[in-house]
């Protein structure tokens, strides 16, 4: 950790304890370190695979071989990996009362995993799975397998939000109120390009912080810029916290 960084982690520690409502809002980049590729960076799922030929409504309907592949690729690299220590830290400041709750980009179910009860899934979860035509649930394994829908015989799909669908209104709802209402919001591993989301770091009134390898493009405004890895310095500053307390 950096001098530099080493004074914005004692700060971000400080405002931390100060909020009496912190919400955390979380991309892919939260992921990284468990082994989950994000969509944009060098090593990013899209410099392989170009995201209007998978992951959209139309490649769904059209190309549901291609789109099949690529969502089983993604649930069978979720499976293989856990939520790392900077997830369990966001479940633990939720538990101690530091943290409100946490608005998540992420379809991995890692915050739920590592203990996180407040999560709103903007885009919905991979493990959701259900059939297309109607909606009927079926099973992680029914997917991977290439099987229909039990009760109808339509095909199955993740219960991921696709390019071209819409949010979840009450979640978005939700969300939109709680980053409204925070007085400190965290933003966490998120390249801010993927719309309508990306409008919510502007509607805090509050203070803003951004967590991120690398610099976001665009008007945004944060008042505290921390670079590098979200599990690092999410840990840094737990350690911090901790050590101020004693
Ligand atoms: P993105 O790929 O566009 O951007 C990720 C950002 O995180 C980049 O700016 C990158 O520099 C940064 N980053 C990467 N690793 C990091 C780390 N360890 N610490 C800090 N920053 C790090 O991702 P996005 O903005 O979340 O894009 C949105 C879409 O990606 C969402 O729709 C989401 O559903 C989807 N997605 C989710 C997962 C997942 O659930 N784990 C994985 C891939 C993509």
Redesign the pocket.
Known sequence: MTTENNQKIRKLADWLTESQNTIAF?????????G??????DK???TKTDPMEVATVEAMSRRYDLFHEFYSL?IKN?QHAEPHA?HKVLAEWENKGKLTAIA?????R?HHKSGSKNVYE??GA?ENIRCIDHGHSATTDEFLNQQTCARCGSLLRPG??LFGEMLPQNTWTQALNLIQQSELLLI???????HP??QLPSMAKGRVVL????N?EGTYHFDLTLS??????LQATDQMIQGESE
């Not at 979380?26 to 468990?34: P, Y």
């Not at 967590?211 to 690398?214: C, K, L, S, V």
């Open positions: 979380t991309g892919a980049g939260m992921s990284t370190e468990s989950i590729p994000d969509f944009r960076s990013g799922l899209w993604r979720v900077g998540t980009q992420n379809v991995d890692y903007l885009h991979l991921v939000v966490i591993g998120t390249s801010l390009k993927v989301v990306n967590i991120n390898r690398e976001i590098g890895s979200a599990g690092e310095i």
